[in-house]
C-alpha cells in the first residue's frame, strides 16, 4: 500500500498562468476527491469522481477550474488563469466504494500564485 | 447541509495533562463522524471515526471520542498529552446517506508544553 501522491508538492506560478496537479489514490479505491485548505482554515470540499464519472462539484469550483479521472485511476486538476486567491493547499484523498468509507489523503499540493 | 464548529483555533496543554478538543455537528440527516490530525506539510491521517456503532470510539496514538446525539458532540480526549501530539486537528462530517462530501471544521492547533 503506497497511500494517496500528489504531483507536484509544491507549485509557485504567476497570475495568469494556468497549472495542473496530478493525484495518483490507492489504487484499489474507486472514489477519488479533491479539498482545498487555504491557511487557518479546515480542508473545504471540490469535486468528488466515482470511477471516471465526476459526480458532484461544489460551487467553489468556478469554470477556470476543472479535474477529470480519465481512466478511473488517476486524477488531474487544472486551474486556468490562476489568481492570487487561488493560493492554497490542494489535497487529494481516495476510498473504498463503500457505505462507511474513510476518505485517505495525500500529501496535498502547496500552491502560490504571485 | 452539514457542518462542524471547534471552537479556540490554538490550544494549549501541558506534556502529561488531560487533551480536550471540542466538536459540535449539525447534520439534517445521521451522521458519520471523523477526526483527523495534519502534521506541518503533510496530509491528513485519520484518528478515528463513528459510523453509526458504538458510541464511544477509540483511535491511534491512544485518543478517543465519544459521539453524543443529544448534545450533537464528538469531542476529542487523550488522557495524557505526548509532545509528539503537537499538531492540527480537525474534525468532519458527512452524511451517512450516501453524501461523500466531508465537511470539515476550521482545527485546533496543538501546542504541548515540556
Known amino acids: 500500500d503506497t497511500g494517496v501522491s500528489q504531483d507536484p508538492r509544491h507549485k509557485i506560478t504567476k497570475r495568469g498562468q494556468n497549472v495542473t496537479f496530478r493525484c495518483d489514490p490507492i489504487s484499489e479505491h474507486n472514489r477519488l476527491y479533491w479539498y482545498r485548505q487555504t491557511l487557518g482554515q479546515g480542508p473545504e470540499f471540490l469535486t468528488y469522481?466515482?470511477?471516471?464519472?465526476?459526480?458532484?462539484k461544489s460551487r467553489l469550483l468556478s469554470d477556470r477550474f476543472s479535474a477529470e479521472r480519465p481512466k478511473g485511476s488517476f486524477s488531474t486538476l487544472e486551474i486556468q488563469r490562476t489568481e492570487q486567491g487561488d493560493s492554497a493547499m490542494y489535497l487529494c484523498a481516495s476510498g473504498p466504494l463503500a457505505a462507511q468509507e474513510t476518505q485517505y489523503f495525500g500529501p496535498g499540493t502547496r500552491l502560490l500564485v504571485l | 447541509a452539514q457542518s462542524v464548529t471547534q471552537l479556540g483555533s490554538h490550544v494549549s496543554v501541558s506534556e502529561g495533562a488531560l487533551v480536550l478538543l471540542r466538536c459540535n455537528y449539525s447534520?439534517?440527516?445521521?451522521?458519520?463522524l471523523f477526526w483527523y490530525v495534519q502534521y506541518p506539510n503533510q496530509g491528513l491521517q485519520l484518528l478515528l471515526k463513528?459510523?453509526?456503532?458504538?458510541?464511544l470510539v477509540k483511535g491511534i496514538n491512544g485518543f478517543e471520542a465519544e459521539f453524543k446525539k443529544s448534545e450533537t458532540s464528538f469531542h476529542l480526549t487523550k488522557p495524557s498529552a505526548h509532545m509528539s501530539d503537537a499538531a492540527e486537528y480537525f474534525c468532519a462530517v458527512r452524511r451517512a446517506d450516501g453524501n461523500n462530501r466531508l465537511a470539515f471544521g476550521k482545527g485546533n492547533q496543538v501546542v504541548v508544553i515540556p
Open positions: 463513528y459510523t453509526s456503532a458504538a458510541t
Open positions: 469522481f466515482q470511477n471516471e464519472a465526476q459526480l458532484e
Open positions: 447534520s439534517s440527516v445521521p451522521p458519520y
